[in-house]
């Protein structure tokens, strides 16, 4: 069983940036896909960024891209979530999950192991 638990969050301006934390513990992560998602107050959880098992494949929800950057030290059993240029939109609670498959997924469905999330509060 693989229990993830992710650190970083914060309250932040609008403009500013944070890093966000996952670790692992329980089993390697080095040959599954990692994934970040997010749920903000009175909405559905949603994709922000997928990365493969080695990190040579990312993918991004349109609304992050070019402001946000994961990342995966698998030596560490760690991976990172770095978001810059946030927004009063990105305000949510995020969540990391590990995935059944070593390459990147944007369906939750398609995640076994999740964190219990973490609170990102960006204010205007």
């Known amino acids: 069983q693989v229990q993830l638990v992710e650190s970083g969050g914060g309250l932040v301006q609008a403009g500013g940036s944070l890093r966000l934390s996952c670790a692992a513990s329980?089993?390697?992560?080095?040959?599954?896909?990692m994934g970040w998602f997010r749920q903000g107050p009175g909405k559905e959880r949603e994709f922000v960024a997928t990365?493969?098992?080695?990190?040579?494949?990312?993918y991004y929800a349109d609304s992050v891209k070019g402001r946000f950057f994961i990342s995966r030290d698998n030596a560490k059993n760690t991976v990172a979530l770095q978001m810059n240029s946030l927004k009063p939109e990105d305000t949510a609670v995020y969540y990391c999950?590990?995935?059944?498959?070593?390459?990147?997924?944007?369906?939750?469905?398609?995640?076994?192991?999740w964190g219990q999330g973490t609170q990102v509060t960006v204010s205007s």
């Open positions: 999950a590990g995935g059944r498959y070593s390459g990147t997924r944007y369906l939750a469905r398609e995640y076994s192991y």
């Open positions: 990365i493969s098992w080695s990190g040579g494949s990312t």
């Open positions: 329980g089993r390697t992560l080095s040959s599954i896909g």
